[in-house]
Nanobody
Framework: QVQLVESGGGLVQAGGSLRLSCAASERTFGNYVMGWFRQAPGKERELVAWISSRGASTYYADSVKGRVTISRDNAKNTVYLQMNSLGPEDTAVYYC?????????????WGQGTQVTVSS
């Protein structure tokens, strides 16, 4: 069972930046695809970004492309989400996710979430 613990959320003004971190308990962290989802009140959950096990491949939702960077440090069992030029539309709970499969990803492991609030 992979345990994921997010940190780094908080309140930021529009135009600001935040870096979210997610620490994983799994010793084989380097074998997992890692990602971030977000969910705003009254909206569907959205896959924001993912990164392959060694970082060679990444994906970004159109809504964040160019403003967000996902990265990972396998030596520290940690994945990061650097978010810049934040706007009120980025306000959401952000969840770290993990999947041992690269293909047919279903994200079976989720963290508890961290709140990001962007004030206008």
């Amino acid at each position: 069972q992979v345990q994921l613990v997010e940190s780094g959320g908080g309140l930021v003004q529009a135009g600001g930046s935040l870096r979210l971190s997610c620490a994983a308990s799994e010793r084989t962290f380097g074998n997992y695809v890692m990602g971030w989802f977000r969910q705003a009140p009254g909206k569907e959950r959205e896959l924001v970004a993912w990164i392959s096990s060694r970082g060679a491949s990444t994906y970004y939702a159109d809504s964040v492309k160019g403003r967000v960077t996902i990265s990972r440090d396998n030596a520290k069992n940690t994945v990061y989400l650097q978010m810049n030029s934040l706007g009120p539309e980025d306000t959401a709970v952000y969840y770290c996710v993990a999947d041992p499969q690269y293909h047919d990803r279903r994200w079976p492991y989720w963290g508890q979430g961290t709140q990001v609030t962007v004030s206008s």
